[in-house]
């Protein structure tokens, strides 16, 4: 029997455009009737007579925008400049927050073609080029500009090679310059936003040798690679490869010149020293765009297990710079006249940083719900709103401690269904877990978290919290150490030692208790939940006038807390968990804390 050969697949050289609206989640999200209704009558008497007039044709909708085909370049540019035009005119009346705006990008490229649908390298550059034109403007790649230079109307602005998202190679872009009445202002403009390098961006520099010994190359080597690739776990990074950023090695280095090549923000640069029985690494961050040192710091540790160490020295970096790179872009978010959503959530992360009081969460929710507003898919700001939520039941900031963590718990659901490799999803899901009666179950969500991001040590402190809430509060000091080796330095360091010193009063070790509460007092002394349980370690010492005092620091803080806010916001059933729960209540009556 001959075997019926397979159908030829169709293939062909065409211009594609992409486009869609600019801020079209926040768009539905005011009004989403209106929004639907207006887009459709754009597509149907502006954009889809001016495809048709310019011999194209619509492959696609995609909800947002569509994707069209034309036989020529020109003509393509052509109806997007047409399109363009009736569309600026169409919503000219429209307030400036409700206007639509098409951003479109325009490529040349080798196709496959099927009847309802298009494929190829070519398409998905044309998408990426969409993605950084300014709204109602015009984005085309060399090989288009290669076709319409000269032919249409419209002068275009050299972006230079872009490095656009999944796409291995770069692109040489050029922007349409749309306004003739004043050509400069939307120059700078293209220019600022386009060739603004991407958030989170930055290279890692190869660490210097200072050891004076060139078989020490390989660990310095080691530190380079291993931080490259711990830094590309962070959530919206963009991480130069190493085999780029080993081009500079052993090189003089402007790094101002380095920013503006590789179109990052950030520079990572260090060096490595090893002396008898001790390695010592330096490591500086600075703003690629002014050579601003940002943050330093130095690790000196002796030589045991040397690759231990450097996974260590690794993980230790990579959550100090996350923490100082949230902390920049929160600075640069607040200078900009019309935040987006990224923004918000970096000002709101920041202002989270701060601590668990009452007003600084109320101002972190705030941010985060501002960015849902304008992103409803955005697993940042829901992850920032479901953090806020565990942190006033974890904090016992409110009372209605239930309904804020069942509202945590749906963030997070949400958050995992849109990012299932994302590490802090299954984090901030485990939490709520541990925090509700669910131990056993929120310690695997948090495993499953370490095995994504084997330096999140917050997964550490919620595992080892989980232990506590199980009746395993012996084991609870374990895992908080472990986080605090991969993050001595962290931002939540004052949480972590809190836990430990909550475990130790459960286990009647009331004086190293104390230790590990100043601890995490010294380390934010906002934290109020510290302050009344060292009050009921000092009381259950028989340290009054010690016991009297930080509870009423604790009540300065938080003049609401109360006993019974205590108890129900209870988070085990366990019966080794709720005696120790009841030593601890004795102590803060005898400490002076209200009933309430």
């Known amino acids: 029997m001959v075997q019926e050969k397979p159908g030829r697949m169709e293939r062909r ?41 310019h011999g194209g044709r619509i492959v696609k909708n995609t909800g947002d925008g569509f994707l069209a085909e034309f036989p020529s370049a020109v003509e393509a540019v052509r109806a997007a400049l047409l399109f363009q035009s009736r569309i600026h005119e169409l919503t000219a009346g429209d307030a ?71 796409i291995a190679r770069p692109v040489r872009a050029y922007a349409a310059v749309l306004d003739a009445h004043s050509p400069k202002a939307p120059r700078d403009a293209i220019r600022s936003r386009v060739l603004s390098p991407p958030r989170l961006s930055i290279i890692v520099l190869p660490f210097a040798n200072l050891s004076g010994d060139p078989e020490q190359d390989y660990f310095a080597d080691g530190v380079t690679e291993n931080l490259t690739t711990d830094l590309s776990r962070i959530g919206g990074s963009f991480v130069i490869g190493r085999h780029t950023a080993f081009t500079y090695k052993n090189k003089a280095l402007d790094l101002r010149k380095i920013g503006r090549e590789l179109k990052v923000r950030y520079v990572l640069e260090g060096s ?35 690759f231990d160490m ?10 100090a710079i996350s923490a100082q790179l949230v902390v920049a872009e929160a600075r640069r978010a607040e200078r900009s006249p019309h935040p987006d959503a990224t923004d918000l959530i970096f000002q709101g992360r920041a202002c ?17 719900e501002r960015a849902l507003a304008i992103n409803q898919r955005s697993v940042g700001a829901l992850l920032g709103l479901a953090s806020v939520d565990l942190a006033a039941g974890a904090a016992l900031l409110t009372d209605d401690r239930a309904t804020r963590l069942l509202a945590a718990e749906a963030s ?114 906002n934290f109020s939940l510290a302050h009344f349980v060292l009050a009921a370690a000092f009381a259950l010492m028989d340290v009054k006038a010690e016991a009297l005092n930080a509870a009423k620091a604790g009540l300065a803080i938080d003049p609401s807390f109360t006993i019974r806010r205590m108890l129900a916001g209870s988070s085990s059933d366990d019966p080794a968990y709720i005696a120790g729960r009841e030593r601890l209540l004795k102590g803060m009556r005898l400490a002076g804390v209200p009933e309430g």
């Open 352 to 368: 989270f940083y701060k601590g668990p009081t009452p007003k600084r969460m109320a101002q972190a929710r705030d941010l985060f």
């Open 272 to 306: 490595v020293q090893r002396s008898g029985s001790r390695v010592r690494v330096n490591v500086k961050l600075v703003d690629a765009e002014t050579s601003n040192h940002l943050w330093a710091d130095r690790f000196d540790k002796s030589v045991a297990d040397l």
């Open 310 to 319: 450097q996974d260590e020295i690794v993980s230790r970096l990579a959550n």
């Open 96 to 166: 400036e927050d409700r206007r639509i705006a098409f951003r479109v990008g325009i490529n040349i490229g080798d196709v496959i073609v099927e009847p309802h649908d298009i494929f190829g390298d070519g398409v998905n550059i044309a998408a990426r080029l969409e993605s950084i034109s300014e709204p109602g403007g015009i984005c085309i790649s060399s090989s288009a500009y290669d076709q319409v230079q000269g032919k249409v109307r419209v002068e275009f602005i050299d972006l230079g090679e872009q490095n656009l998202k999944n």
């Open 412 to 525: 997070a659901i949400k958050a995992l269904a849109l990012a299932p490799e994302y590490a802090e999803s299954h984090l901030a899901l485990g939490l709520a877990y541990v925090l509700t009666n669910r131990a056993l179950p929120g310690i695997a969500e948090c495993q499953q978290a370490l095995l994504l991001n084997r330096n999140l040590a917050d997964a550490h402190t919620a595992i080892g919290l989980g232990k506590l809430f199980s009746g395993q509060a012996g084991d609870t000091e374990g895992h908080i150490l472990e986080a605090l080796r991969l993050s001595p330095r962290d931002l939540s360091v004052y949480w972590w030692t809190y836990c430990v010193g909550r475990a130790k009063v459960q286990l009647s070790a009331d004086a190293e208790a104390a230790i590990w509460l100043r601890r995490s007092i010294e380390s934010n002394r």
């Open 13 to 53: 050289l065409s211009a594609i455009l992409a486009a869609d609206v600019a801020g079209y989640s926040r768009l539905m999200h005011s009004d989403e009737e209106a929004t639907h209704e207006k887009l459709a009558s754009l597509l149907a008497d502006g954009v889809a007579p001016a495809i048709s007039e």
